[in-house]
């Protein structure tokens, strides 16, 4: 992995850095800058109020361990190993560990140890059941991603065992989640700190490609808004400063959000609820959609994939190029005012080569001369491909 984190991508780091570099700098004054407070040798400045708190975080979109995805992982490995994804993830590294909380979307169950990954049979309601690779949570993880959320339309693909074995290949490689469930008091999301700030993630799915679990808090569904609205309440009641939701919908394809992902989205945030929800990130389509604010919340109506198999001839629907096209929902969280947080966002541009399965932040890459200097004339053409409908589509996006 190392050798891949070479020059042409340790400076992407500061697209995402940049986003709250004017924030950062009214919050840390230097010596002597504040009015009325001088600074001498005799008297040196003080500060007269506490720097701002910050917080950058990075949602990734659908992490699908599809068939080509595992043969490029496999092609990366290492003597004596199955497969190694941190390669296939390095280009995109810097960006994710320059977050202060960094949050993937996997979107299928991994195997334990040594499990058969791949195809696992056909939904009864139309789909393939998918296990990934054991090995894909370590590489999340070596990526730099602190956290991930679990739940989906194929959480529950191979039964109890793989949501078992899914949390069990995260706690080993160290990465916290939420969305499913081993036990009850699991299934109860926690309040964590990040740089001095308490935080709830909160992670649900609107659909399954199976019948769900006979223990409802296996899998965590958003069956109302009253439910989502309740969770928030609660988490806000056990200190949660911000308040973060993953919600994967279950139309996918689509270059907008549904009229019921709409309403969804509209009724969880209005205020009348007093649910307060700072971030909302969509997971599923497949493909990005815009940005927009939902009643005062910052909203990505899709991320699309993170990493997927999809974009190739042949695959029906899934040949869409729209496929190969992410965003990496990044924002920075300003506190303003005593537990008040501003949110600027910053979308990066993220793209899946069809080349090596290799994951890029477009547009910064191609700004970079050395980086396009050492791309092969197909990796070029790929990036600007996607670089331009992402484009295209957002207006701005980094």
Known sequence: MSAMLSRRTTLLAVAVVAAGATAAATATAAPGSIPGTPATAAAPAQRLEPPARTLLVALGGDVLNESAVNLAGAAAAGPGERYDFAPLFAPVAPVIAGADLAICHAELPIGAPGERPGLYGRSPFGGNLLLAPYELAQGLADTGFDRCSTSSNHSFDTDVPGIVSTLDALDAAGLSHVGTARSPEEAVPDVFTVNGIRVAHLAYTRSSNTVPPRDAWMLSRALSPQQVIADVRGARAAGAELVIVSLHIGVEMQREPTDTDLQFAYAITDPRGDARIDLLVHHGPHVPQQLAYVNGTFTYWSVGNFVSGMGTPG???????????????????????????????????????????????????????????SMSPARVAELRACAGRTTALMGTVH
Do not use: M, N
Not at 333 to 347: I, L, M, N
């Open 315 to 373: 695959s029906g629907k899934y040949a869409d190029q729209r496929t190969l096209d992410g965003l990496l929902a990044t924002a920075r969280f300003t506190e303003t005012s005593p537990g008040v947080f501003h949110v600027d966002p910053w979308p990066v541009a993220l793209c899946t080569s069809k080349i090596d399965r290799t994951v890029w932040p477009a547009i910064a890459a191609l700004a970079d001369p050395a980086s396009v200097a």
